[in-house]
C-alpha cells in the first residue's frame, strides 16, 4: 500500500506496475470471496466455506485494528514512509484489498523444512495456473524459489503448477478458483460424545482405545465417501448407546465389535 502510493519514487515500482498489468485492476481482481459482497456470500449459504469466509475476514480486521498499535510501538520501522499512522492512511476496505493480494501470491513449497514451507512469489498468481494433480512444482533452491516444470513447453503454453494438499474451500478463499478434479477436496464432518451422558466416561475410554477423541473431526475425501461412512458409523452408533448393560458389553469386547453392536443405531 505505501509503496504504491509513492508511484514512481518507490524503489518497487516497476514490480507493481507489471502486477497491476498482469491482474488488470491490481489488486481489486483478486478472486477470493473476501472481497465478495453480501449478496455474492450469499451464495455460499449452506456450505461450511461461508464460515471460514467470515472467520478469515474477522482475522483481516483484528490485524487492521492492531496497526496502531504496531505503528507506536515499532516507529523506527516506519520511519521511510512519510504518512500517518496506517488507520488514518488507509481506510479498511483499502487495507483488505491489499492483504488478500499477498494472500494470494502465497505458494506451497515441498522438500523443505515447515519453517520454509511456504513463500511469496507475487508473479505466480497472474502467470501460473495451479491444479492439484499435476507434477510441475515451485520448490526452493539457494533461498530463491524456482518452477520446475514436469515436460517440455512450448513459447505461449499456459504452465499448470500443483498448488498444495489443499481442499477446495482453501483454495477459493487463497486464490478465487476451485478444481474440480481435486483428489484432496474433503467434507469435514465433526462429531461429539454427549457430555452429559450419564455413560460419557465409558464411552470416553472406548473412543480413546480407537485413537478417536470425544470430540472428533472426520474428513471425507471426493470419490471415497464410502471409507469416511463406515470410520464414522461405529463412533455414532456408540454416541447413541443408552443401555448399560449394552455398554458393559462394548467396554469388554474386542476387535471390530469394540464400538459396540448395530443395534445401536444414530437416531435421523
Known amino acids: ?42 451464495y455460499l449459504t449452506g456450505s461450511p466455506t461461508k464460515a471460514e469466509v467470515l472467520e478469515r475476514a474477522e482475522g483481516i480486521k483484528r490485524e ?13 520501522l516506519f520511519q521511510q514512509y512519510p504518512y500517518d499512522i496506517p488507520t488514518e492512511a488507509f ?42 494433480n499435476c507434477k510441475a512444482m515451485l520448490s526452493a533452491v539457494n533461498g530463491a524459489v524456482e518452477l520446475v516444470v514436469d515436460r517440455a513447453c512450448k513459447a505461449g503454453e499456459p504452465i499448470v503448477v500443483w ?9 477459493l478463499i487463497n486464490y478465487g478458483f476451485v478444481d474440480d478434479d481435486n483428489s484432496y477436496d474433503r467434507l469435514v464432518v465433526e462429531a461429539a460424545l454427549n457430555t452429559e451422558d450419564p455413560q460419557y466416561q465409558d464411552k470416553r475410554l472406548v473412543v480413546q482405545r480407537n485413537g478417536k477423541l470425544s470430540v472428533q473431526v472426520f474428513h471425507v475425501y471426493a470419490g471415497k465417501e464410502k471409507e469416511a461412512v463406515f470410520d464414522m ?20 469386547s474386542q476387535g471390530e465389535s469394540l464400538y459396540g453392536s448395530s443395534s445401536a443405531r444414530p437416531a435421523c
Request: charged share 20%; aromatic share 12%; glycine share 6%.
Open 163 to 171: 498448488c498444495g494438499p489443499q481442499p477446495n474451500s482453501k483454495l
Open 91 to 132: 481506510p479498511f476496505e483499502i487495507f483488505k484489498q491489499a492483504f488478500v493480494a499477498v494472500q494470494s501470491c502465497v505458494v506451497h513449497l515441498q522438500k523443505v523444512p515447515l519453517a520454509q514451507r511456504f513463500a511469496l512469489v507475487p508473479l505466480g498468481p497472474p502467470l501460473l495456473a495451479y491444479r492439484s
Open 64 to 76: 487492521y485494528d492492531e496497526l496502531d498499535t504496531v505503528w507506536f510501538m515499532a516507529g523506527s
Open 1 to 42: 500500500m505505501y509503496e504504491k502510493k509513492q508511484g514512481k519514487k518507490s524503489f518497487w515500482y516497476p514490480y507493481i506496475r507489471e502486477l497491476d498489468r498482469q491482474r488488470g485492476r491490481g489488486q481489486l481482481a483478486v478472486e477470493s470471496p473476501l472481497l465478495w459482497s453480501e449478496e455474492e456470500l450469499a
Open 233 to 252: 458409523l461405529p463412533y455414532l452408533r456408540l454416541g447413541y448407546v443408552s443401555d448399560p448393560s449394552e455398554m458393559q458389553s462394548v467396554l469388554s
